[in-house]
């Protein structure tokens, strides 16, 4: 599997964006797909999931701003941002696989990682 990510940028503090991940190959293996995000020396944070059959998670920090949705072909995922924060900059790593849980360590598949940068 090939996940092609994109729509990182610089935005300003109460801004949008939104990132999009492209899943190739042997999607059929794939139970969900996600993003994360991760700044210098620390881990990788859980940002949202979406499983094929559409349920949702979010990591704490970001419920009620972001909202990660399916595409209208099931190898697409998007993350809409919004009220973007300067605590939000890092980079945004798209994800896919069949994870037992939410740890970054359970997925199979990373896409390259697209930056986030919010300007106060």
């Known amino acids: 599997v090939q996940l092609q990510a994109s729509g990182g940028g610089l935005v300003r503090a109460g801004g949008s964006l939104r990132l999009s991940c492209a899943a190739s190959?042997?999607?059929?293996?794939?139970?969900?797909m996600g993003w994360y995000r991760q700044t210098p020396g620390k881990e990788r944070e859980l940002v949202a999931t979406?499983?094929?059959?559409?349920?949702?998670h979010y990591g704490d920090s970001v419920k009620g701003r972001f909202t990660i949705s399916r595409g209208s072909t099931e190898n697409t995922v998007y993350l809409q941002m919004n009220s973007l924060k300067p605590v939000d900059t890092a980079v945004y790593y798209c994800?896919?696989?069949?994870?037992?849980?939410?740890?970054?360590?359970?997925?199979?598949?990373w896409g390259q990682g697209t930056q986030v940068t919010v300007s106060s």
């Open positions: 190959g042997s999607i059929f293996s794939i139970s969900a």
């Open positions: 994800a896919a696989g069949r994870p037992p849980g939410l740890q970054a360590k359970f997925w199979d598949h």
């Open positions: 979406i499983t094929r059959a559409g349920s949702t």
